[in-house]
């Protein structure tokens, strides 16, 4: 594929899938065999508890639009060399709730974060996520853990 074929790929991925909660189009953006390489804090690799893959990218995409249905999305950039691609994102929402511990209370946030995805044949094969958790927790009314 181009540059600007995984360009798309991956844009189509943040703004239609995530953006817009289109996880009808998860089989066709991402491999069969997909692997994601994001471990949420204080799990260990491969025990998020949740499902992988494909159906695992769903039932994120499905999770976080329940508790910030007024979710919004944006590309803040793409960067492609090879068969690797980078993509920054921002987001805003009103927390519904759903999250464990932290009840609806209709706080109104902001998010960023960053993923970085390898392609093969068309579709996203593997993925890393860098995401300011922390950040929104606070935004959220959580703690850190160490009480800071």
Not at 42 to 56: F, Q, S
Not at 109 to 125: C, E, P, Q
Request: proline residues 6%; contains cysteine; glycine residues 14%.
């Amino acid at each position: 594929m181009s540059l600007d074929e995984n360009r798309e790929l991956v844009r189509r991925f943040n703004e239609e899938v995530w953006g817009k909660g289109r996880v009808d189009l998860v089989d066709e953006l991402f491999a069969p065999d997909y692997l994601d390489h994001y471990t949420p804090p204080g799990l260990p690799a491969g025990e998020a508890g949740g499902p992988t893959g494909r159906d695992g990218i769903r039932y994120d995409v499905e999770r976080v639009r329940a508790a910030f249905p007024d979710l919004q999305i944006t590309t803040d950039d793409i960067i492609c060399e090879g068969d690797r691609a980078a993509l920054r994102w921002s987001g805003r929402g009103t927390y519904r709730g759903g999250m464990p511990g932290i009840t609806a209370h209709g706080a109104e946030v902001t998010m960023s974060g960053m993923h970085f995805y390898r392609i093969l044949d068309g579709r996203i094969a593997e993925r890393w996520e860098e995401f300011d958790r922390l950040g929104l927790m606070r935004q959220l009314g959580m703690p850190p853990a160490d009480g800071s």
